[in-house]
């Protein structure tokens, strides 16, 4: 399966291009994770820095969404899951993390650009909260940033082929919580569905996918996901 921000809604972080969207309600926000400006705009960085500090991965849960994963996973009935989310939620809810592939990255480590060293990211944040605005990488003094996946920034090309390689060997993709817009993610879809899988599709809006779907659906995750996992277990 495909989990996109919308699978975390539930659990206080909000998505990106819904109706209460952070970019939708804020569209400069997006500079934030476009990795050029990034660079070029240390005023780009501090707000980043900021924005880093006060996100609601630190004080989410897990909700029954990804509850509902973490049922069919143990049933074995769910392979992998390739998530769009960097808030490690899969994880925390119980799924096992050799399964969770995270396509764009994890927010709760910073990596740094020039050498690469990993740093936990409390540990990065803690400078913040002491005044440094624009926190250097200590090994180098390189510019830091969350190990995400940004705007520009080529994908770990090991990830996105353990992605291609579940999307390619499964018998149902479902794509849960995401606006489908952005590749090479959005296009594991299209791998599923050319060998031979079927599509499901659960978002509150329309996708470009929509058409390729052997069904959309479009409800509340936190409460369908779960019914449509108990349906599933209960007819084993």
């Not at 996100?55 to 969404?65: I, L």
């Not at 944040?125 to 390189?142: H, I, M, Q, S, T």
Request: glycine content about 8%; hydrophobic content about 40%; overall charge negative.
């Amino acid at each position: 399966m495909l989990s996109g921000a919308g699978i975390s809604t539930d659990s206080g972080i909000p998505d990106f291009r819904g109706p209460q969207g952070v970019w939708t309600k804020d569209p400069s926000a997006e500079r934030l994770s476009t990795l050029q400006a990034y660079l070029a705009d240390p005023e780009v960085r501090r707000r980043a820095w900021r924005s880093r500090r006060e996100h609601p991965t630190w004080h989410a849960r897990p909700n029954a969404a990804h509850s509902a994963l973490v049922d069919l996973e143990r049933a074995g009935r769910l392979h992998a899951i390739v998530t769009q989310n960097i808030d490690e939620l899969h994880q925390e809810a119980g799924s096992d993390p050799s399964k969770v592939i995270e396509i764009h990255g994890t927010m709760r480590w910073a990596e740094c650009l020039t050498c690469g060293v990993r740093t936990a990211m409390q540990e990065v944040l803690a400078r913040v909260d002491a005044g440094e605005e624009d926190p250097a990488c200590l090994a180098c003094g390189g510019i830091q940033k969350s190990a995400t996946i940004s705007f520009g920034q080529a994908l770990k090309q090991d990830v996105l082929a353990a992605a291609v390689s579940a999307a390619r060997s499964c018998d149902l993709f479902l794509a849960v919580g995401s606006s489908l817009t952005v590749h090479p993610a959005a296009g594991l879809c299209g791998e599923a569905v050319d060998r031979g899988a079927r599509l499901v599709i659960m978002n509150a809006q329309p996708t470009p996918y929509d058409g390729l779907a052997d069904a959309v659906i479009r409800a509340p995750l936190g409460q369908t996901l779960p019914e449509l996992v108990s349906a599933a277990l209960t007819s084993e």
